[in-house]
């Protein structure tokens, strides 16, 4: 069984509107996904899948180049940055000593016990330990909002209750979204699959970038699979203009960028 509804756009109303239909298998909970996050994700959709399209298919011709035998090598334009004097911004003081990091699925008992864990930053993952089932991308939004909102526990069948430690005591939370190649397939705005990607930032973004930017814990995300500096600019645009939806100051959301593809060490 599907919903379908149409999203206004959040550009002043300019836009018209995109029709979003999202997938509502007998009971998925889709409180998660209220109108606000629905309109945020309508507007991604539009303004940036056809610029992912794009880049996937230069993956795919740089890849067929590399099968017919041409090595890897630095890109020419991009010769400057490489040999230039430069620096990201300041990395805040929460995440300046990461040398003990945990990785995990979204589950609930999980992301208490990486919290609690006493490593420095837990980085919640929707990537590769978490099968990308419906009911289990949902389930971790709301986990994570619970976890940010301090609200979080869990019992086990044997009665044992597990539950946050004091803020002090917690790792700091990070969150990994899929990567540009994935789909998010029960998701589709005018009648596309959205990025899997953009899902998944946007509706952890929609629901506690705000509060953890009061806390002074973020917010900050992984992100993953990148095979050049297009598709970083593509990232950097989309949470761009998800700060400026959301009211938030340039540059609130931080990202590591994991350097896990041989395109990308180029």
């Not at 399209?53 to 630095?74: I, K, M």
């Not at 929609?206 to 593509?234: D, I, M, R, V």
Request: aromatic letters at 6%; hydrophobic letters at 40%; one cysteine or more.
């Amino acid at each position: 069984m599907t919903e379908m509804q149409d999203t206004p756009s959040m550009a002043d109303g300019q836009a018209p509107a995109a029709t979003i239909q999202i997938d509502r298998p007998a009971g998925a909970d889709l409180a998660i996904l209220d109108d606000a996050t629905r309109a945020l994700l309508a507007e991604l959709h539009r303004r940036f899948e056809p610029r992912r399209r794009e880049l996937l298919a230069t993956r795919a011709r740089r890849q067929a180049c590399v099968d017919a035998g041409e090595l890897p090598d630095f890109r020419p334009e991009t010769r400057d940055i490489r040999e230039g004097d430069w620096t990201v911004a300041p990395i805040p003081a929460v995440i300046q000593d990461r040398r003990v990091e945990i990785t995990g699925p979204v589950d609930r008992k999980m992301i208490i016990n990486a919290l609690n864990s006493g490593a420095r930053v837990f980085m919640a993952d929707f990537e590769d330990s978490s099968s990308p089932t419906w009911d289990a991308m949902l389930d971790g939004q709301r986990n994570l909002t619970d976890a940010v909102n301090g609200t979080i526990s869990f019992t086990n069948e044997a009665g044992t209750q597990y539950t946050l430690n004091s803020p002090e005591q917690r790792a700091i939370l990070m969150v990994r979204p899929r990567g540009w190649h994935l789909d998010e397939k029960h998701v589709r705005v005018d009648g596309e699959a959205m990025s899997g990607s953009l899902f998944d930032a946007a509706v952890f973004l929609k629901h506690n970038a705000q509060t953890l930017a009061a806390q002074g814990k973020g917010p900050y995300l992984y992100l993953p699979k990148l095979q050049s500096f297009e598709e970083a600019a593509l990232w950097e645009e989309a949470l761009e203009a998800i700060e400026q939806q959301m009211g938030l100051e340039a540059g609130t959301i931080k990202v590591t960028v994991l350097i896990e593809t041989l395109p990308a060490v180029f």
